[in-house]
């Protein structure tokens, strides 16, 4: 079993369009995460989530909204996509942010290509 | 803000060489200093460093942090050619568990 899943793994689409990129896990944590990779393999922090409550908010257009329903899933929407965002989007969790040194665990990615 | 410097930025070895790969970090509130591997898709969990001066030792893989120079190692022993893959580092800040990542280092091994 997958234990961080992301859905879907590639996605072409057009400048302007709304999408969506769901992610759960199945390890029990209560805390989610959602970081971007650029082209030069860069991996950012955007949001995390802890039990359905936003934790870290990095300095990231409006156009993203993430979505807690429940501590297993986060969702990431994106509005009126640009070039720029263009990237490989991966989710992680944790245990729980506040407890020392827990490691993340990152999903395989969602790939995501504006033309 | 929060910065992380990885060197060299790409390696090409041959197997059965051994390795030092070097991260550098400026974290506030610094929690600890994690490894990860990243071969096609997900970056994958290698180490988890807190304490000063304590190698950590998985197989051929052992990496070390130092609190007075800010800095850590990974090493990798007779490497082969699975050992090919983005080796990130990341430091973790603060009350949220935040990381922060380096720019990798692209390692390659030639059989």
């Known amino acids: 079993d997958t234990a961080v899943s992301q859905t879907p793994k590639y996605l072409v689409t057009q400048m302007g369009n709304d999408k969506s990129i769901k992610c759960e896990q199945n390890l029990g944590h209560d805390t989610m995460y959602w970081y971007k990779q650029d082209s030069k393999k860069f991996l950012k922090i955007m949001f995390s989530y802890n039990n359905k409550e936003l934790i870290i908010n990095e300095t990231v257009p409006n156009r993203f909204s993430p979505k807690s329903p429940d501590k297993a899933h986060l969702n990431l929407h994106i509005n009126s996509l640009e070039l720029g965002d263009s990237a490989v989007y991966f989710c992680?969790?944790?245990?729980?942010?506040?407890?020392?040194?827990?490691?993340?665990?990152f999903g395989d990615g969602t790939r995501l290509s504006i033309l | 803000e929060d910065k992380v410097v990885q060197s060299p930025l790409s390696l090409v070895v041959h197997e059965g060489d051994t390795v030092t790969l070097n991260c550098s970090y400026e974290v506030t509130n610094f929690r600890s200093l994690l490894w990860y591997k990243q071969e096609k898709k997900a970056p994958t969990f290698l180490f988890m460093l807190?304490?000063?001066?304590i190698e950590k030792k998985s197989g051929r893989l052992s990496s070390i942090l130092d609190k007075k120079e800010l800095s850590s190692i990974l090493n990798i022993t007779a490497t082969q050619t699975g050992d090919s893959a983005i080796y990130l580092c990341a430091g973790n800040s603060g009350a949220n568990s935040k990381l922060t990542f380096g720019k990798g280092i692209t390692l390659s091994v030639r059989p």
């Open positions: 992680a969790s944790s245990q729980d942010h506040g407890r020392p040194n827990q490691p993340q665990h």
């Open positions: 807190t304490s000063s001066g």
